[in-house]
């Protein structure tokens, strides 16, 4: 057997990047076939991983057998990854959590269940079934002559390199192989454990017979579980049934995205609106949630946001015909001003209404009113006083943040403020039930109404506390139609944007005193719109307050640079704050929050390192002056916008939409070409009335130019599609990856994945009478 020393190279980060739409369903006659019963006094919940790095949990739900989510979570996944898991556990009061069952899904298998449903059997959970990653290995098989005559075969292994490798509390592996020769040559990851128990990595076997005398066999291997993953078949779990679809963007470089890009930037100042780019995107496609959403990140990266959303609204309002029915329906211009005050209004969310709701979901103080659903010993009159207060903290909250509203929030509204009045000149309070539309209606009553949507609470609120919200989210809404109370609540929105968060990380220390290790240890974060501090108790004193405005950069860190996962630098005149999030992310959401509150800060550093000066010199350029300019540019950050935007990535989405709605795109073409021709009196067909087309000539003009873009665009893919590397493909029997021919530099690009996943937990076994938890995912 031998021992060999690894390490595990980091993975390239422009790979691309995941983005997850959840919902969550009903569980259904959910149990497993032994111990079953041990089931029914206990809570369950599930956990959301990518490989094995848990990114999301679900709430406890207790003691239930037919339990029921109305959840949904949405987030982007800033790396690469190889597994999409789910995990169900089950815990008491006084009990840890017990793996109940799994569910693994390898990204490259991701694919065969896009767009329906299936059924996924609950598998064991099993610490060494748990493995991840794939190993390089060269193997040479010698026959060596010996001084008595006779050939005795040698065997040489050398494990190039890992990559995939889960992490182990956080950071990377410190990982070794052994290499056993019984049976077929036998290759196991550990990590050291040090002074604890090493720790089982996978394994992987080759077959000699694959091997020729001193021919070199060099080739990947899948880390597989231990003895190949065979166990004798387990008691039922239950099963799973997920509905994923699945959504693959490869990422051209920049250059060949200008033609569609600027095509649509132009947008706004296309007249009429309707028959530009953007526009005619909204209308062929089936589902305008697809297309508003990176149309409006493209346009507000590029600044362009406010005259377009100012056009289509004005182009909404020419086809509305009374005025208490304004921004009513699900058109393109009420899906773009939702997504966009989702993007820049995350924060004036947090800081408006976040702790009003921690307190509401803290107190659990009863506010049922209907008589039917008040249970024994509950007074309605006190309930009654309850939702009055709550309603009034929350309402108060509303109307007292004008001065927190995000900079486009406010010009927004000004802008629909303008165009009701001038639609609607003899009512007075239209430009007010315009704004509230938009900003009581499909903005805070839907935050009240969901909180853990949008982060101002870690889990779904238990049903005591949600029927709380649901009345609080509909009074809400009933004030905010009343036009005498819109005009009290919304004349002056100002410019001032502010982020709040509190959460456990661990933070490494900054070196202040001369003598003491900087070692790191745990501390809860906190960011408000004027200091960023850290404490060693959550709700204690700050061990350190640092002003918002003396944030100089908020940057990504190298995990090389201390061998932990995850990290991110504070950059400070003096010295950064290194600071290691709890998941990627948790790290990316504090990355954006806090570059959102220190973005108008004077000062601000061009550059940065991204690693840390150490031993006397810079880890990343080697420099020894510590006071040394940074070696890589900072993030560009613009005023006002929240998420990070990938412009290319953006356009290619687009480009996949314009390219899956062809059919809609060539009826339109025709309605277009059959209205220039005919002038008189159009009998309209009923496969033309979804599309609006005010200027025929123009909206065709445009189209034209759209396929032009689009079939260009298509001749790139198909060259780089050409000279890519090839598709890999797996032996069954080896678990050996065989990959293609080595990809050009040139022709690189970077691969975007989209999920719209819907979960529904239930048990196929009737017989079986507990229940599971349902999945559920926030």
């Not at 990982?175 to 992987?204: C, H, K, M, Y």
């Not at 780019?277 to 297309?291: M, N, Q, T």
């Not at 909180?451 to 009933?478: A, C, M, N, Y």
């Amino acid at each position: 057997m031998l021992a060999l020393p690894l390490t595990m190279p980091q993975v390239d980060p422009s790979m691309g990047s995941l983005s997850f739409c959840v919902f969550a369903g009903e569980g259904k006659n959910v149990g497993c076939g032994s111990g079953s019963n041990r089931l029914r006094d206990v809570g369950t919940f599930c956990t959301i991983s990518l490989d094995q790095e848990e990114v999301f949990r679900t709430k406890v739900y207790e003691k239930s057998l037919s339990p029921f989510y109305g959840e949904d979570f949405y987030f982007e996944i800033p790396r690469p990854f190889q597994c999409l898991s789910f995990h169900v556990y089950a815990k008491s009061v006084f009990q840890r959590e017990q793996p109940v069952g799994k569910v693994s899904i390898r990204k490259d298998d991701l694919c065969k269940y896009s767009g329906k449903e299936h059924w996924f059997a609950l598998q064991p959970v099993d610490p060494n079934s748990e493995v991840q990653g794939k190993v390089h290995l060269e193997m040479k098989l010698n026959e060596l002559i010996t001084d008595n005559g006779p050939v005795s075969p040698r065997l040489q292994v050398r494990i190039i390199e890992c990559q995939g490798l889960p992490l182990i509390s956080g950071q990377n592996c410190d990982s070794f192989a052994t290499v056993t020769l019984i049976g077929p040559a036998r290759v196991e990851l550990w990590n050291n454990g040090n002074l604890a128990q090493d720790v089982f990595l996978g394994e992987t076997r080759v077959s000699l017979k694959v091997l020729r005398n001193d021919v070199v066999h060099k080739a990947w291997y899948l880390l597989q579980p231990r003895g190949n993953g065979t166990k004798p078949k387990p008691d039922d779990l239950g099963s799973l049934r997920l509905n994923v679809t699945y959504t693959e963007d490869n990422v051209l470089p920049s250059s060949c995205y200008f033609p569609l890009r600027n095509l649509l930037l132009k947008s706004p100042d296309v007249q009429p609106i309707s028959a530009s780019a953007a526009h005619i995107l909204g209308d062929v496609c089936r589902d305008r949630s697809e297309a508003s959403l990176p149309v409006v990140r493209l346009l507000l990266h590029h600044n362009r946001l406010l005259p377009f959303l100012t056009s289509i609204a004005a182009l909404e309002l020419d086809n509305t015909q009374e005025a208490n029915t304004i921004f009513r329906g699900n058109s393109l211009a009420t899906r773009c001003i939702d997504d966009m005050m989702k993007m820049v209004g995350r924060n004036y969310l947090t800081v408006t209404l976040k702790p009003v709701l921690d307190e509401i979901c803290e107190s659990n103080k009863t506010c049922e009113i209907d008589p039917v659903k008040l249970k024994e010993g509950d007074n309605v009159e006190v309930n009654k006083e309850n939702l009055q207060v709550y309603v009034q903290k929350v309402f108060s909250s509303i109307t007292q943040s004008s001065a927190s509203c995000p900079p486009l929030m406010c010009d927004v509204f000004r802008a629909l403020r303008q165009l009701a009045s001038d639609r609607f000149p003899g009512d007075p309070h239209v430009q007010y039930s315009a704004v509230s539309s938009f900003v009581f209606l499909r903005f805070f009553a839907v935050a009240v109404l969901s909180p853990h949507t949008f982060q101002l609470r870690p889990h779904h609120p238990d049903p005591d506390v949600s029927r709380t919200l649901t009345l609080i989210s509909k009074t809400i809404q009933t004030l905010g139609s009343w036009s005498s109370l819109s005009k009290t609540c919304l004349p002056n929105l100002t410019v001032r944007n502010t982020g709040r968060s509190f959460l456990e990380v661990h933070k490494r220390a900054q070196g202040k005193k001369r003598l003491g290790k900087k070692n790191f240890k745990k501390r809860w974060l906190r960011v408000t719109n004027r200091e960023l501090s850290y404490h060693k108790h959550k709700g204690k004193d700050a061990l350190c307050v640092i002003p918002v405005k003396n944030i100089l950069g908020v940057e990504k860190l190298d995990e090389n640079t201390f061998n932990r996962k995850n990290m991110f630098q504070v950059l400070l005149s003096e010295r950064p704050l290194y600071v290691q999030a709890g998941n990627c992310v948790e790290a990316s959401e504090w990355i954006e929050v806090l570059s959102q509150v220190s973005r108008c800060n004077p000062g601000r550093l061009s550059n940065f390192h991204p690693s840390a000066y150490v031993t006397g010199m810079w880890l990343c350029c080697k420099e020894t002056t510590e006071n040394l300019p940074g070696c890589r540019p900072c993030t560009t950050t613009l005023a006002n916008i929240q998420p990070e935007i990938d412009c290319d990535r953006e356009t290619e989405r687009i480009f996949s939409l314009f390219s899956a709605s062809l059919p809609r795109l060539q009826k339109m073409e025709d309605a277009c070409a059959s209205m220039s021709v005919y002038l008189g009196q159009q009998k309209e067909q009923e496969e033309y009335s979804a599309f609006i087309i005010q200027d025929p000539k123009e909206t065709f003009r445009t189209i034209k130019e759209i396929r032009e873009v689009l079939e260009e665009l298509k001749a790139q893919h198909a060259d780089t599609e050409a000279l890519t590397d090839q598709p890999g493909t797996i032996d069954d029997q080896q678990n050996v990856l065989t990959c293609g021919p080595h990809r050009d530099s040139k022709t690189s690009t970077h691969t975007h994945y989209y999920m719209f996943i819907e979960l529904l937990f239930t048990q196929q076994d009737s017989d079986v009478t507990n229940c599971y938890q349902m999945l559920g995912i926030v």
